[in-house]
């Protein structure tokens, strides 16, 4: 009964404090120096990294690895998505432009994927929610329907 009574009182102790210093430590304000050493690091991370290769962060480059397969290696070793990287749109607006950029880009990627995986897909509704469906194009009679 003691034990129970204690639990009782020492779970939701330690839950309010946890919450407290999470709540403390995001609410220190930021330090001046460490935004402006922020920017005069950007420019140069930026430079270093839209190019292929290591990945660079503040004194050292990462090397991209050597145990995994070649196509990944590229992927890796890609630059970054420059200049979208650093984007920082303030409106709405704004945002609902860099989206559709970001969605024309890609979505034109996708009809070679898709017949190089032989797959074909078309757009539904499911219980309210716009949707793909992503199925093979020869399905064995054996599989249909199930």
């Known amino acids: 009964m003691k034990a129970t009574r204690y639990a009782a009182v020492a779970l939701p102790l330690a839950l309010i404090g946890s919450i407290a210093v999470s709540v403390l430590a995001w609410a220190q304000p930021t330090d001046p120096a460490s935004v402006r050493e922020f920017a005069q690091l950007e420019p140069s991370q930026e430079a270093a990294n839209s190019k292929p290769g290591p990945r660079t962060v503040p004194g050292r480059a990462i090397p991209v690895p050597t145990d995994v397969s070649p196509e990944l290696q590229r992927v890796i070793a890609a630059p970054y998505r420059s200049p979208t990287w650093n984007l920082n749109p303030r409106t709405p607006e704004e945002w609902k432009q860099t989206v559709a950029k970001l969605a024309a880009g890609l979505v034109a990627t996708l009809p070679p994927l898709r017949e ?31």
Do not use: C, F
């Open 116 to 146: 190089k995986l032989g797959v074909v897909s078309h757009e539904t509704t499911i219980g309210g929610v716009h949707a793909y469906i992503v199925e093979p194009k020869d399905i064995p009679p054996q599989n249909r329907n199930r």
